[in-house]
């Protein structure tokens, strides 16, 4: 309890401050989009904590079949950052995640002040990137779910809006946390293995 009732002190006192929203950083020119909930300041209801012995997860389902290389969030932080995360994706069982499907960490962070302000807290863009070790590959139509998981010390908050089916340890919440899916499509991706294997055969 003593978790989740910070968040609900973050949620209250946004509300009493002001904020200017952040138009999102395009991804880096060699990754696609490949699903999205973006932030958006005016949307900004609340923030669920996913750090130390808390975990949230959200669910997303790609339109078209991809290779996952990275993710962006957008978190605030009470502690020294950028530190790694830990992504995992579970299955998804009768609308709940179930099962770990794949988990990677990740080194690769780079957080960029939006200059919006949620309590007494900085919202951060975190940008994610994979070791080319950790890439995975999604089909189309599959539902799964995403725990972005900040292993520094002290809060990290996935901030959140309304309308949605988050969890958060355990448990259901009508919010969408803030995140996005980057990698390459996957037609983008087998055209440009063949190339590579085509020029180790010179």
Known sequence: MRAFVLVLTLACAAAALGGVSATPAPPPPDLDVLWENPYDYELLVY???????????????LEESGVVKGFECWFCYDGNHPQPFTATMFYD???????RKWIADISDVTDTDTGDDFGDLDVYHTKLLLDEGDYVFIEAGATFWLELYW???????????????AHFNGDEYNLSTFFTILGV????YVEA????EIKATF
């Open 47 to 61: 923030g669920l904590l996913s750090n130390g012995s808390d975990h949230t997860q959200d669910d997303f389902t």
């Open 93 to 99: 069982y009768d609308g709940k995640p179930s099962g």
């Open 151 to 165: 292993t520094g010390f002290y809060y990290g908050v996935w901030l959140c809006e309304s309308g949605g089916n």
């Open 185 to 188: 499509r996957s037609g983008e």
């Open 193 to 196: 293995v063949s190339w590579g």
